[in-house]
């Protein structure tokens, strides 16, 4: 492969994951379409998002189609199944969940809450941006607490953080854009003495992918504690960004609270499809799996060109471009490739999502090309 490839020659796409193929080498990947279409700026591979490229499980897929054919009626009890399902998945009591169109849901009841209430959130800076959105959205205040030198969480400045008027202390944990993790030890410990203060709410958005010894969810400890509460979506790893479904799971109390600002949101085709996606492990190991291979690729490249990166808990990396990110997001564009836009105050790091490990490759050739 040369640095004269062009983006004509990369028609990477569908074909492959329809197929089970895994490309790993150039070669294979030029005889691919994206969509149907070759790779341009507009119709460019995305790397931006925390998607999953490989799409629903297609076993969910069949029953989803199959529930459209009933999505003209009221399906009260598939709610419940769901709930049951996954409650039982995760070993919690079914008054211990809820269910919704997506963890935005949730984020924004909290959200809204707090803000109606003219109270304070704490959340790290930067971090995933929704609840901080909705708390100053209806009147309250947000602290936003500068990450670590490390570019980790530093829970100890958003203990020092925390405030009289503070009602919630936000956490992301993998973080995003950037992907560290919190200590278990260290944040179980946090959350304890933060929830006597105020309301933890941690989003573990991106939690199947956090193979780390160090990393653990903190749903068992939100049900026992009416201040704690663990957001979770369908969005990545089953890839139901569109359809929608997501997760709270806290404490009886405070989950009967939740549930008087989320109705019936959730369509009947994606209820079912997501009663089949969480109990299918193998296709959920497959992702996995696939995402490890993109990082490996993605690594590969940072080590290569001797460039600064942090090693990923999620299906995103984040490293340090040199180069200012939106002349980076520009340029790859061009080729292409969208990657993720700029976050501040690391204005020349990038946020790249993983795509198809094939996919991958056509990254690093472009990437190398205009800026290696
Ligand atoms: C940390 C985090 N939480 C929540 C969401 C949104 O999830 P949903 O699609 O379930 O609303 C995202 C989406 O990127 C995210 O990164």
Known sequence: MTNKITRREWLVGTTAAASGLAL?????????????????????IRYTNNEN?????????????????????????????????VAKMENVPIECIASGAGSTEFLMATGAICGFNGGNVVAPDPTYGSITRYVERFGGTVTRVPVGEDMAISLDAMRKAVRADTQIVYL???NNPIPTIIEKNALTAFCLEMSKKAM?????????????????????LAVENPNILVIRTASKIHAFASIR?????GNPDTIKSLRRFS???????????????????????????????SLE???????DLGRKYIRSNSNFTYFHAGHDAMDVYNKLLESGCQVGRQYKPYTDWVRISTAKPEEMHYLVEVYKREFG
């Open 245 to 249: 479904i997501g997760f709270a799971f």
């Open 24 to 44: 790993s080498s150039a070669a294979s990947a030029r005889t691919l379409m994206n969509a149907g279409k070759p790779i341009s700026k507009d119709n460019p």
């Open 53 to 85: 490229p490989y799409g629903i499980n297609p076993k969910a897929l069949k029953v989803m189609n199959e529930a459209r054919n009933k999505a003209h009626l009221y399906q009260f009890r598939t709610r419940r199944n769901l709930e049951a399902i």
């Open 172 to 174: 992301c944990n993998p």
């Open 297 to 303: 690729i993605l690594y590969k490249m940072f080590e």
């Open 263 to 293: 109705a019936m949101t959730a369509s009947y085709p994606a209820m079912m499809g997501a009663i089949v996606s969480y109990q299918d492990k193998e296709y959920q190991k497959f992702v996995i799996d696939k995402n490890n291979e």
């Open 200 to 220: 933890v709410v941690i989003d573990e958005a991106y939690f199947e992918y956090a193979g780390d010894d160090d990393y653990a969810s903190m749903v068992s």
